[in-house]
């Protein structure tokens, strides 16, 4: 039997034929959600929201009253899932160094394929001898 006041989350009945009774817990979710302004100042877009995220930083808004204010370095206005272009971040040159690799790969291969050539031709003209 239950307990008065609690909700049930799930019943998952064993394999012994009792059941498992899981409780959810009460009042963990937050309550005090206030207006809150979220600006991606890269991309120059900002949406008014209700939020409880804590911040000591204010904005003037488009209706003029002021409200909190919380910085993003992505939103969907400049994330390029949701914008369409591809953009490379190169940290520390990675994309750089990759290219780099990438050639040097090509140029050994040439060069494995151009002295197996010479090989070859080198051992056929010793054949006709």
């Known amino acids: 039997m239950l307990t008065q006041g609690l909700s049930v989350f799930y019943v998952d009945k064993q394999q012994t034929n009792r059941y ?3 409780i959810m817990k009460q ?3 937050p309550t005090e959600y206030r207006p809150v302004v979220f600006s991606d100042e890269v991309a120059g877009f900002a949406f008014l929201t209700q939020s ?3 911040t000591n930083e204010t904005i003037k808004w488009e209706d003029g009253n002021e409200y909190p ?3 993003m370095h992505i939103s969907s206005a400049s994330h ?3 914008t369409g272009e591809e953009k490379i971040i190169d940290t520390e040159g990675r994309v750089d160094r990759f290219k780099a690799k990438f050639a040097a790969a090509e140029a050994r291969k040439v060069a494995l394929a151009s002295k197996a050539i010479k ?3 080198t051992k056929a003209k010793k054949a006709e001898k």
Request: charged residues 15%.
């Open 80 to 82: 390029p899932f949701f």
């Open 52 to 54: 409880t995220a804590q």
């Open 20 to 22: 498992n009774i899981q």
């Open 119 to 121: 090989a070859k031709a």
């Open 69 to 71: 204010l919380i910085k």
């Open 27 to 29: 009042k963990i979710h």
